[in-house]
């Protein structure tokens, strides 16, 4: 059994300051000599994350702009995230040899997105199972050529090798895996960023790999048809009594509960606020565009998305 370092507390404090620290968004690769974005970083003893660009997918970064961890016990690897390709897959798999030698047992998708489905086809040449929830794989299925074709656009020669695999493992609410005397929760805490998000919770370690129920370095986009009272509803009646000590979210580095609650519940708050406002004021969608949203301005990807988001939560809001 794998047992947690006592006094890693102030190491994991030290290494999450001096992460958070690095600026992402206008760096085009960290780690040349590999397909991925960065080199994986131990966050705590025996949880790994290579840190995503918080940029969107281009050639390159080769589509690495999600968080790609992976767990290792005594019985083997479980990774989070399939990645944006099978080349990027590889890389991925080539960095888990170098920390061990437990072969990957399970590959855990974290929503029904490219560069957490289009790797699949790597895994699954590898033997390995692979494990989303029900509504991320049905999100993923009907998009699967639209989403490949993106992907092969931007990532051109890297994309070789790349084909639709859905997972074979499914679930609804809760999956729970002991392996190596590491018990992981596999969970669907409720609607949020996007349909099927799953949440990677490992309660003895004290640490979840929450995806995209949370951002703190990178604005979060708000797709056509998110629920985001629903969201605020999922983090504030599910995720916070869990409370974890680590969070390693879908994008950024990884940090605490307090930091992803700063930049995705609370910036849901304010932004349905100031588009209530906005409403009661008897405003229209063209002029929603611009509702202030200075406050957020920090976040990587702020041009690219804040005025979209405040255009589709008037959409939703227009009509509750």
Not at 124 to 150: C, M, N, W, Y
Not at 151 to 168: H, L, S
């Amino acid at each position: 059994m794998i047992t947690i370092l006592r006094n890693w507390t102030a190491g994991a404090a030290l290494l999450l300051a001096a992460t958070a620290a690095m600026a992402s968004e206008d760096i085009a690769d960290q780690y040349p000599q590999s397909e991925l974005y960065s080199k994986p970083v131990e966050v705590i003893p025996h949880v790994f994350s290579a840190i995503g660009a918080t940029a969107p997918p281009t050639y390159e970064n080769s589509g690495h702009n999600n968080n790609l961890s992976f767990i290792v016990t005594d019985e083997g690897v479980v990774v989070v995230n399939g990645g944006a390709s099978a080349r990027l897959a590889k890389a991925l798999h080539d960095e888990i040899k170098v920390v061990t030698d437990q072969p990957v047992v399970l590959v855990i998708n974290e929503n029904g997105q490219g560069h957490a489905m289009l790797g699949n086809s790597y895994w699954v040449d590898q033997g390995v199972d692979i494990l989303a929830h029900v509504d991320a794989i049905e999100a993923f299925t009907s998009e699967a050529d639209f989403i490949l074709q993106g992907m092969q656009g931007y990532n051109r020669d890297k994309a070789e090798g790349t084909r639709i695999v859905t997972p074979n493992l499914s679930f609804e609410d809760t999956y729970e895996i002991e392996l190596g005397g590491v018990k992981i929760e596999v969970l669907h805490l409720g609607p949020a960023h996007d349909p099927g998000d799953t949440q990677v919770w490992i309660p003895q370690w004290d640490i979840m790999i929450a995806g995209d129920i949370a951002f703190h370095e990178r604005m979060l986009p708000i797709f056509a048809g998110i629920c985001t009272r629903c969201w605020i509803e999922t983090w504030e009646e599910k995720l916070e009594p869990i409370n974890p000590t680590y969070v390693i979210p879908g994008h950024g580095h990884p940090t605490n509960l307090a930091q992803v609650r700063r930049y995705t519940r609370d910036y849901l708050v304010d932004l349905r606020e100031k588009i209530g406002a906005h409403i009661d004021a008897g405003g229209d969608l063209a002029s929603s565009y611009y509702v202030d949203q200075e406050r957020w301005k920090n976040l990587d990807t702020f041009e690219e998305l804040a005025t979209k988001n405040a255009g589709r939560v008037f959409e939703e809001m227009e009509w509750e």
